[in-house]
């Protein structure tokens, strides 16, 4: 076999596999689309892939969460949206703000076991935090608030975000911000108006994994809420607890509008978060 054969042969068995690795992460999303447009006899009979072959789509899913419980679905799904929102950005500040002290400041030799104190939390369980949340939130009357969410997600994410950004903004040249200095600036608005532009793939990339994690959280919302304060994943969960049974068109409908905003996010920032998470790899 010819050189030419081989490259061809190799080039066949990579799109095969690489098809195949597409089919499994693109078929859970192709069953939660259909499923949002079956009922639930068609969700009873058999299993069914094909519409208009295995079953007649139809929007009774659509209609139930966008006319008959509209105001139901639309708290905690606000809820969600503000919390994860306004968590990644408070910790976004903070987080990126420790990032540069540590990248441009010396701590009397230090500043890796400071990095190592921030990300030490992130080595243990969340499980064995929540009993001392739902105690201090429980004597301040923050349970079932947004606040107390805002709180736990944000120091959740600032050990991670000073972690990434230290070496992020590391590997930005200082001559930049030494120049600026001479001419006048001080440092927060060298930190503001400079480190902060260079820095932009990072904090994005950082802004939309902490998104996502606050997103997607669900056990310290279980535990910290209850009613007023609920998030979407709490709220999927509720939809089993109440009804008795699963109601799976009904849930998949829910699922593909709870997706929007970090999928909206992720696709408009798509360009910062790409230059963000390759900017270690490329450095030097």
Not at 124 to 148: K, N, Q, S
Request: aromatic share 14%; proline share 4%.
């Amino acid at each position: 076999m010819g050189l030419a054969a081989q490259k061809r042969v190799r080039t066949i068995i990579s799109y095969c596999i690489l098809g195949f690795w597409s089919f499994i992460l693109l078929f859970p999303m192709y069953w939660v689309v259909i499923t949002s447009f079956k009922n639930a006899i068609d969700m009873s009979i058999k299993a069914t892939y094909m519409p208009f072959i295995d079953f007649q789509p139809g929007l009774h899913a659509w209609h139930y969460l966008f006319v008959d419980r509209l105001t139901w679905f639309l708290d905690p799904f606000m809820n969600s949206v503000l919390v994860a929102f306004i968590s990644s950005t408070v910790a976004l500040v903070i987080g990126s703000s420790a990032g540069y002290a540590l990248a441009r400041f010396d701590y009397g030799g230090r500043n890796n076991s400071i990095v190592l104190g921030f990300m030490s939390q992130r080595m243990f369980p969340g499980a064995l935090f929540i009993l001392a949340f739902l105690v201090m939130f429980r004597e301040l009357g923050l349970l079932d608030t947004r606040l107390a969410l805002i709180i736990v997600y944000s120091s959740g994410a600032i050990p991670f975000i000073v972690w990434v950004m230290r070496d992020f903004f590391e590997g930005l040249p200082v001559e930049i911000e030494e120049s600026a200095m001479i001419d006048g600036a001080n440092r927060l608005g060298v930190l503001f108006r400079i480190a902060m532009p260079l820095a932009a793939p990072g904090l994005v990339a950082v802004f939309v994994l902490s998104l996502i994690g606050a997103w997607n959280e669900y056990l310290v919302a279980l535990t910290l809420t209850f009613r007023e304060a609920i998030t979407i994943p709490l709220f999927m969960t509720m939809q089993v607890s109440q009804t008795g049974y699963t109601e799976w068109w009904n849930m998949s409908a829910i699922s593909l509008v709870s997706v929007i905003p970090v999928v909206a996010a992720g696709m408009a920032l798509e360009k910062y978060i790409t230059g963000g998470l390759t900017f270690g790899a490329l450095k030097g």
